[in-house]
């Protein structure tokens, strides 16, 4: 039997969701509330395995984070840390780039992961799926996300610069669904919207939803300091919107929501906002990243946040436990729970934030949602040090 939670979390056999449930609770209420180290993992976290890539997406900047973040684990390294992964109570690993496929530690990665009973999925551009569709299926994995922005073969290989893309994505789709045992791996989509698509994302998603198992879409993001989302907005000009057209972007969004009902939730709903009053977010939206997830970077860097904060530590240097509870860790946990944070971040992977900030618990505990200050001189000393 599988659950999901509104198509936000993963769906999930029970034995793993009650997993998932002991992992969370302990995060919130030692990290969020009592402000102490976790004792146990992540709920979630999201293994970068290369930033190199074989696209060149326009509104894209992981090539210039692979300079600074090259591969540097061995495969028994990787797998030593997939097994502490496992022990902490982990309950979901996504891997991501880059492109993932690029990745020879990656199968290995999944196939550990998946002996542990961990739910896993990768993100991919497509280009090299039907070449690995076997490997994947294999795997054992769990979701297969693929990167569609239109239903125009040309537009797509155009926005992401690599020729061919549109319709090598589309049999790889299809050769995973010819091998996958039953519905597993499921095929998702990701379309990322933007400026010069909006008006095709009702048709964009039809059409996927003839293919895959599940659609999703995300907003064009921008500014995050380390992580393929981290060019500036004046680089993001063709793909952004001009301040007076916020009307022309909510009746879009109406319309996809209209079409599709899985995208009547606040992290979809508010995408407008991101874009036009992000402030309003940073009252509105307390963050959950420190107590609830990782990022590890190729060469072993950690972060809980690629938007603003620097690494909490190096899985090269120590293990996951140590890392989640480092003193850059704890410090950087103090001042998002006293929100003194002020960021926002709204790409998929910080989805949850949205989700929390749903929950009638979150406003009336003041140890989960209250705003304790707006000092941020103590996060500037810790970026000017990591800096150094």
Not at 47 to 58: P, Q, R, Y
Not at 141 to 157: C, G, K
């Amino acid at each position: 039997m599988l659950f999901s939670y509104k198509g936000v979390m993963p769906a999930t056999s029970l034995r793993r969701l009650l997993r998932g449930v002991a992992t969370f609770a302990i995060g919130i209420l030692w990290g969020r509330v009592l402000n102490r180290p976790i004792p146990q993992g992540p709920l979630f976290l999201t293994w970068h395995l290369t930033f190199d890539c074989n696209a060149f997406c326009s509104f894209c900047s992981t090539h210039k984070v692979h300079k600074r973040h090259p591969p540097e684990m061995a495969l028994d390294r990787a797998l030593a840390l997939a097994d502490e992964i496992a022990a902490s109570g982990t309950w979901v690993v996504g891997f991501t780039g880059g492109e993932v496929l690029l990745s020879p530690l990656l199968f290995p990665l999944i196939r550990r992961l998946k002996s542990h009973g961990l739910t896993c999925y990768i993100v991919t551009n497509g280009m090299l799926l039907e070449r690995h569709a076997q490997d994947v299926v294999d795997s054992g994995v769990d979701y297969v996300v693929v990167s569609i922005d239109s239903d125009d073969p040309a537009e797509h290989d155009r926005n992401r610069h690599l020729d061919g893309l549109f319709e090598a994505a589309m049999r790889g789709i299809d050769a995973v669904k010819a091998r996958r045992r039953g519905s597993r791996p499921q095929l998702k989509t990701t379309t990322v919207i933007t400026s010069w698509n909006l008006e095709r994302v009702v048709p964009i998603l039809e059409m996927l939803s003839e293919k895959v198992d599940k659609v999703a879409a995300q907003p064009v993001t921008w500014g995050y300091q380390d992580h393929p989302h981290g060019k500036s907005k004046e680089q993001l000009e063709q793909h952004i919107f001009a301040p007076d057209q916020r009307a022309r972007v909510e009746a879009g969004f109406a319309r996809i929501s209209e079409r599709f009902p899985m995208f009547r939730n606040r992290y979809f709903g508010s995408i407008p906002t991101y874009w036009f009053d992000p402030h309003s977010l940073m009252q509105s939206t307390p963050c959950w990243s420190p107590f609830l997830r990782l990022s590890i970077m190729p060469d072993g860097d950690v972060v809980h946040c690629a938007a603003r904060f620097p690494p909490v530590g190096n899985v090269l240097r120590d293990g996951i436990k140590a890392v989640w509870n480092s003193p850059a860790m704890l410090q950087q946990r103090d001042l998002v729970r006293r929100r003194r944070n002020r960021c926002i971040c709204w790409s998929q992977d910080s989805s949850f934030n949205a989700l929390m900030s749903g929950l009638p618990l979150v406003n009336r505990l003041p140890a989960l949602g209250r705003d304790l200050g707006d000092d941020v001189a103590a996060l500037s000393s810790s970026k000017d040090q990591s800096a150094s």
